[in-house]
Nanobody, 122 residues
């Protein structure tokens, strides 16, 4: 059983910073890519940033230069450092983790965190 626990959301003024964390717990699996998505009010979920198992990051154009994604493989944790926040960054942020289970049959599945609210005031 894989569980994801997110933390770090909150209310911040424009120009401020927040750091999100998402930790995967359980046993019998390894982690592939990890990433962050967000869902602003009344819109669809969108990609924010992803990072491969080797550490290669990818960002949405809207957050490049302001957000940094990183991971700690020993802790099965992915982070999102958000700087220079804007009101347009207001959304529920979700982590997504690619879980790989080996055995007689290899399986690869995506797991989602419960979401954490980030609100940026003008």
């Amino acid at each position: 059983q894989v569980q994801l626990v997110e933390s770090g959301g909150g209310l911040v003024q424009a120009g401020g910073s927040l750091r999100l964390s998402c930790a995967a717990s359980g046993s019998g699996f390894s982690i592939g890519s990890m990433g962050w998505y967000r869902q602003p009010p009344g819109t669809q979920r969108e990609l924010v940033a992803t990072i491969t198992s080797g550490g290669g990051p990818r960002y949405a154009d809207s957050v490049k230069g302001r957000f940094t994604v990183s991971r700690d493989n020993a802790k099965n944790t992915v982070y999102l450092q958000m700087n220079s926040l804007k009101p347009a960054d207001t959304a529920v942020y979700y982590c997504k983790v690619q879980v790989i289970k080996s055995g007689a049959i290899w399986t690869v599945n995506d797991y989602w965190g419960q979401g954490t609210q980030v609100t940026v005031s003008a």
